[in-house]
């Protein structure tokens, strides 16, 4: 039921199709975030008519409000958040590091508070599967230990040998399961952790490779902190460890010019909360860069918010209306913005798709990336 | 290019058709508001799919953000907030005195402090009839004095005559305008005053047939805390004054109970903030009353909100998922319940219509109360 078909390579960019038993993803792709089994102020018939072709969710919010057994109560994840198409989701393991109210590591699994209301909780790496077996998404990640960016290379080693131990204890749990229970047809993906130490990154690659086949690879310990150039060296790092026959979801990223760097050193799968996150905050992707949307200059200002989009925002909308909705807090002004830089983002994941297709894609990139940077001498 | 036409009525109930030069509206209807420009949450192009037809907005709001000169600026009030129906404004008579910060009436006009930055700012008829003119509605409201329920006679009586007073002056303006400049065709309700003081009432609708003619008349003090049955009485007393040949419009109703009883009374256009306001708060309507979307008896409930409603919530969501947006403090959730509330409201004012065209009015809004109410035996 999962395959990946690489259809074309320029340099380390890669255009395949990832078939999942709800669907294809065309990659390379952004996966919109519907953290709490909703993309933030975005109805999933709004996500389809915009090209959105996989959502993820998150374990450890679901875990928490409604709860796991809800879900699968209600039919599961994809019935749940009303996305007939490819789901995806995460492990917790990012989010019981970096938002639970505290946390403490143990061989074991990790004891949390939950941020919502300071509750006890355990995540080991059996338990999440069973979490996400119940939620049952299509792909289902490895619960893995995420160090912070700038981390030590003996903290990263630490976590690697973990990760690599917890995984062992995921994909037993996972296979149990789909024999104990009527499950969802679902695959598991492991995530690379080793943070910015190539070492580490070459041997935790090496250790999953060890452990037998995956349908598909994560790239975790990323976009967590540390400098731009070190994660283009480890994606470069990566491009050669990881196998060619697979795709590879490069998690939290991203911003437009970081996914377009991502995905010209061979990530195909792209997930970020910054759209809408941005958009909540008045800040709207461009061609030309970011734009603050509240901006005086924008008050009278009759152009859609970035010319030449396709989005519902900018064919139906113009700046100084969206400029007087975040001024006067109307909550349309937030879903507009929403709309725009989720299509923005799987907008620009379609071009490059096209342009690896075509042979096009460094100079595109390279032209686009001037653009949107403001280099363009 | 204002006209209405009487298709039938049953009892005091009246169907008719209400034309302005930005198209049809079916009567009974119900306007949503949209108070600084756009109906809260909602999308124009969503309240069209629901079947609103005629919409509201403030012009309190307006004038202070982002103000009515660069509303006509940017090609009016139709262009700015994309409704390419019919759109009425208010004056701003009921805003100033229930939620300016500070207020002082004079005979030339309202001194008031805006409740955004604590501005002073002078509403006088004519003002408030430049600014109509520069949003360009279809249908203007007039200025005038709207006492709070529960005032005494006197006080009563006081704004009564002022607003016939002012009335006079906003007429005389509002013509002015159209010869001074090139504005849109457009037409001016009065607004009754009276609280619910019978001689007043009377006094009052028979000042403003005296004035000359209407294309619609608007009855305002009421819906501001008066007992239930003097508003019907009021209603009913206001039925046998104002000319059956032009819309009533009955400000600021309503709850759906009271949407039908005012139909009942000769009433034939609504508006109210109670649709979005209570689906903020997770109060949802349905044809055996209101409900409230986060009790814990919906958590695992796959019915939807109101079983047989065509609203796009209804038909795409339940209401366990539904709770779980609002439990979890989720945008969609108050979408999805605000799309359910003008549904519920404007499908309410529709089957009205259509069972006053076909003489079975009284029997079905009995019927369609007692189950509403709970009060079926």
């Not at 599967?129 to 912070?148: H, K, N």
């Not at 749990?173 to 024999?179: C, K, V």
């Not at 991203?254 to 996914?259: K, R, T």
Request: net charge negative; hydrophobic share 40%.
């Amino acid at each position: 039921m999962f395959d990946y078909r690489l259809e074309r390579t320029e340099g380390a960019a890669r255009a395949g199709v990832f078939t999942t038993p709800h669907g294809d993803v065309a990659t390379p792709a952004f996966m919109p975030v519907g953290t709490q089994g909703t993309v933030k102020g975005v109805a999933p018939d709004e996500l389809d008519r915009m090209g959105a072709t996989m959502v993820l969710s998150n374990t450890y919010h679901l875990y928490l409000r409604p709860g796991h057994e809800l879900v699968a109560e209600l039919g599961g994840l994809h019935a749940f958040m009303r996305w007939p198409g490819p789901l995806l989701t995460d492990s917790g393991g990012f989010q019981v590091f970096s938002l639970a109210a505290s946390n403490e590591v143990r061989e074991d699994g990790v004891v949390f508070q939950s941020h919502i209301d300071g509750s006890r909780h355990v995540f080991t790496p059996e338990s999440v599967m069973e979490i996400e077996r119940s939620l049952g998404a299509d792909v289902v990640m490895a619960f893995d230990q995420c160090p912070s960016g700038g981390c030590s290379e003996s903290e990263a080693r630490t976590a690697t040998e973990r990760t690599l131990r917890w995984l062992e204890r995921c994909r037993r749990r996972f296979h149990e399961l789909a024999d104990e229970r009527a499950v969802p047809e679902q695959t598991l993906f492991p995530v690379l952790q080793g943070n910015v130490y190539d070492g580490l990154r070459r041997e935790q690659a090496r250790g999953f490779a060890d452990m037998g086949e995956w349908d598909g690879w994560a790239i975790g310990g990323l976009s967590v902190g540390e400098e731009k150039p070190a994660m283009w060296r480890t994606l470069e790092l990566l491009d050669g460890e990881i196998p060619k026959g697979r795709p590879r979801y490069l998690m939290g990223v991203g911003y437009p010019d970081d996914l377009l760097e991502a995905v010209a050193r061979g990530c195909d799968l792209f997930d970020c909360v910054a759209p809408t996150r941005n958009a909540r905050h008045g800040t709207a992707w461009t061609a030309a860069g970011q734009v603050n949307v509240k901006a005086a200059r924008f008050r009278s200002d009759r152009l859609p918010l970035d010319p030449g989009c396709d989005c519902p925002a900018c064919v139906g909308y113009d700046r100084a209306y969206i400029r007087h909705l975040f001024v006067a807090n109307e909550m349309l002004g937030l879903r507009l913005v929403s709309l725009h830089n989720l299509r923005f983002l799987l907008r620009l994941a379609e071009q490059a798709r096209a342009h690896i297709l075509d042979g096009s894609f460094r100079a595109w990139s390279a032209d686009w990336l001037e653009r949107y940077r403001g280099t363009r001498v």
